[in-house]
């Protein structure tokens, strides 16, 4: 059981190293952010189609009530990515990401709605903690300020990822992780089409490769290996853990990017993070 535990997690936190590469590339990526969100997913969609024809995982839906909640996490997900690169863009990889991360007290708070899960007290006092560590990220409050823009667009994407793994937790009982996540890249890829046409991609080809990186490693690798934790952990628990990647973000963007988070951010994300801590010892030991 020990061992079986110790295999899960280290799966997650694999998957949670993937995605943290999203911070310092969706900065990075200099192309109109539907045009990347569209590159990305439709590029996953192959991947993910591939692998899926080839370890001959079913991709027929198996009943046409499950079309709604499949066809609106995509759509949740795409907005998501969408607001939380608009996040980046508009303040740097520390705060986007670090804001971001309120989405497993959204989580927290949404779950019990959608899935038999009791609620637990300690997600309220987990809350507070993260509520006072975005206070602390906030430069001053003034609706102008950019880093203020990134952190209210952050805290919307938050919202849209926690519905969009709520939602993923009811399909993932009848549907592998990868065709979860192969028919949202579908969705996402559908709705973005227009932005290929309206927006100006004249540079996709030099920023093509670093695309390439954000599709397959960061999102069919990374996102496909999430939904598959979700089988051996709640939503709420596999979301705290996951909230490492604002630490891996941060390290990866200092490294790459050259940005080097403030006081009030490291203090902000410290108190944020250290709710991963406690849920990670809570979840373990659930699990002896």
Aim: aromatic share 14%; hydrophobic share 50%.
């Amino acid at each position: 059981m020990r061992n079986n535990h110790f295999n899960h997690l280290l799966q997650l936190l694999l998957a949670t190293l993937f995605i943290s590469t999203s911070g310092a590339l969706g900065k990075f990526i200099d192309l109109p952010i539907p045009i990347t969100i569209w590159c990305r997913s439709a590029i996953a969609l192959l991947l993910l189609y591939a692998f899926c024809r080839y370890k001959n995982i079913s991709l027929t839906i198996r009943s046409k009530r499950d079309l709604v909640p499949g066809i609106i996490s995509g759509l949740l997900l795409c907005t998501h990515w969408i607001t939380y690169f608009y996040a980046l863009k508009l303040s740097n990889v520390a705060i986007g990401m670090l804001s971001l991360f309120v989405y497993p007290i959204f989580t927290a708070l949404l779950e019990p709605l959608f899935i038999r899960t009791k609620f637990d007290p300690i997600y309220i006092v987990l809350g507070f903690m993260v509520l006072f560590g975005i206070y602390l990220l906030a430069p001053e409050f003034d609706i102008e300020n950019a880093h203020v823009k990134g952190i209210l667009f952050g805290l919307f994407s938050s919202l849209c990822y926690a519905l969009r793994n709520i939602l993923s937790k009811k399909l993932v009982t009848h549907y592998s992780g990868s065709s979860i996540m192969l028919f949202q890249m579908f969705v996402i890829s559908i709705v973005l089409v227009p932005s290929m046409f309206v927006m100006d991609g004249s540079n996709l080809s030099t920023q093509f490769p670093y695309v390439i990186f954000l599709a397959v490693l960061t999102t069919a690798v990374g996102h496909t290996m999430l939904i598959y934790s979700l089988r051996h952990f709640t939503v709420s628990t596999a979301s705290i853990i996951n909230s490492m990647q604002p630490i891996l973000g941060i390290v990866i963007a200092f490294i790459f990017l050259g940005e080097i988070p403030t006081w009030n951010t490291f203090f902000g994300g410290l108190i944020i993070l250290s709710t991963v801590v406690i849920e990670s010892l809570r979840s373990q030991s659930k699990s002896a």
